[in-house]
């Protein structure tokens, strides 16, 4: 799967374990920075390049990571086409994945820890849409996006 990663200061250390995490699974990486931990960044300008490639089709899934993971899922949600989700658990990723079809995964990079994120990355990426019922309120979240 190729997948889009970026983070601001705040989650600079797990996105770049996190990097090297999904390329040993196996997965095709875009890390698309930040570079350091401690040069402050604008959380936006790092979730609008995430929201970009998965958008276009150029990245299958995104993740971002920033200190709580909140404003970069904010950020992200303003793209067209993208369903990001802050997640903080395992079972959320996976309701986010099955329920929602959620596309991009924001994280905390300070309130949980690295061994979390990644299972709460392994769920994400493995979990798959469910439809049925989900679809119907899919689409009205696509016409309120439409409006």
Not at 37 to 65: F, N, Q, W
Not at 126 to 141: F, I, S
């Amino acid at each position: 799967m190729r997948i889009a990663l970026a983070s601001d200061h705040g989650g600079f250390v797990h996105k770049d374990i996190l990097v090297q995490y999904l390329k040993d699974e196996g997965h095709e990486v875009i890390d698309f920075g930040t570079r350091s931990a401690t040069e402050s960044v604008d959380y936006p300008d790092y979730a609008r390049k995430v929201t970009d490639a998965v958008a276009k089709g150029d990245a299958d899934r995104g993740i971002l990571v920033c200190g709580t993971g909140i404003g970069m899922a904010i950020a992200a949600n303003k793209t067209k086409g993208i369903r990001a989700a802050n997640i903080v658990s395992p079972e959320f990723a996976q309701l986010a994945r099955r329920h929602n079809d959620a596309n991009i995964l924001a994280l905390s990079g300070r309130f949980v820890d690295i061994d979390m994120n990644k299972r709460i990355v392994d769920v994400f990426l493995t979990t798959d849409y469910e439809k049925g019922r989900h679809q119907n309120r899919l689409d009205k979240v696509t016409e309120i996006e439409n409006d």
